[in-house]
C-alpha cells in the first residue's frame, strides 16, 4: 500500500472542489483502483458551510438543550439543526447521530476557521462522491474510490481515528462470516470496516492541525472497486445491534 499526502492552498470562500483536486493532484497519476481520501472539513468549506454563532438565534428547544449540558445557547441550537437525533451527552458536548454518524456536536468543528465561526458537516456528501468519481471516470478513464473523511473519538480510546462519513467506488465493508479463523473456527460476527480503515490511514496523514494536507491519494489498497451507488446506511448499524448502545442503554 502506498499513501500519498497532497498539501493545498488555504481557503477563505467557498471554491470548485473537482477544479482543486484536480489541480492539486496533477503531480500524480490516477489509475484505476485508487481511492482518494478527502477532508471532511476541505469540502463543507468548497460548499461555504460555516457559520458565524453569533448570528444564530436559539430556539426554546436550543436553549433547554444548553441549560442540560451547559453550552452556548447559540452554538446548541446550531447542533439540534444540523443533528437527525440527539443520543444524550455530556458537559459542553451533545451525542448525535446526522446521516447514520455517530458524532459529538454533530460533527461541527471551530479548528481552522477564524474565532466565532464554525464548519458544519458537508451538504449531501453521499452526491459530492459519486459526482467527484463520475467526473474522474468520464475525464480520465480510470474508476477510483472516493472517501470524505473526519476525525472521531473512539469510547475509552485516547486521541482520534478517521471514519468515513461518506464513500463512492468500492465496497465500504466486507462481510467474512461464514469464513474460518486459524483454528478452522467460523467466524460469526466479524465484519471488516473497509472505508473506515483507510479513513483512519489518511487521518493520519492528513494530520489535525496547520498541515494544510487535506487530500491522501491510496494506491494499491486491494479494496472492491464497484460502479454500484453506495448507500449512506451501508457502514451504519442499528443501536440494537450496537454492542456501545447496548451496553450504554442497560
Do not use: W
Not at 24 to 35: F, Q
Not at 43 to 67: C, F, H, M, W
Not at 190 to 215: F, V, W
Request: with cysteine; charged share 25%; hydrophobic share 40%.
Amino acid at each position: 500500500m502506498k499513501v500519498i499526502p497532497i498539501k493545498t492552498s488555504r481557503k477563505q470562500t467557498s471554491f470548485d472542489l473537482y477544479k482543486d483536486l484536480i489541480e492539486s493532484i496533477k503531480e500524480h497519476v490516477l489509475e484505476t483502483g485508487d481511492i482518494i481520501v478527502i477532508s471532511s472539513k476541505y469540502v463543507a468549506n468548497s460548499q461555504g458551510r460555516t457559520l458565524d454563532v453569533a448570528k444564530t438565534r436559539p430556539s426554546s428547544d436550543g436553549i433547554e438543550l444548553a441549560k442540560k449540558y451547559q453550552m452556548d445557547s447559540k452554538f446548541a441550537e446550531i447542533v439540534l439543526r444540523e443533528s437527525d437525533k440527539t443520543l444524550g451527552g455530556v458537559t459542553g458536548f451533545v451525542l448525535t447521530s446526522s446521516d447514520h454518524v455517530l458524532a459529538p456536536n454533530a460533527g461541527i468543528d471551530k479548528s481552522n476557521v477564524k474565532k466565532g465561526t464554525i464548519v458544519l458537516y458537508p451538504d449531501l456528501p453521499y452526491t459530492i462522491v459519486e459526482n467527484l468519481r463520475k467526473k474522474i471516470f468520464l475525464e480520465m478513464g480510470v474508476h477510483v474510490g472516493v472517501i470524505l473523511v473526519d476525525s472521531r473519538l473512539m469510547p475509552a480510546r485516547a486521541g482520534t481515528v478517521g471514519v468515513a462519513i461518506a464513500v463512492s467506488g468500492f465496497e465500504p465493508v466486507q462481510d467474512v462470516r461464514g469464513q474460518k479463523d486459524l483454528d478452522g473456527n467460523p467466524l460469526k460476527v466479524t465484519i471488516k470496516a473497509t472505508a473506515d480503515n483507510l479513513a483512519t490511514i489518511a487521518n493520519h496523514n492528513m494530520g489535525e492541525g496547520a498541515e494544510s494536507t487535506p487530500i491522501v491519494i491510496i494506491k494499491e489498497s486491494g479494496t472492491s472497486i464497484t460502479t454500484r451507488k453506495i448507500r449512506n446506511d451501508e457502514m451504519a448499524i442499528s443501536s440494537e445491534l450496537c454492542v456501545y448502545m447496548r451496553g450504554f442503554a442497560n
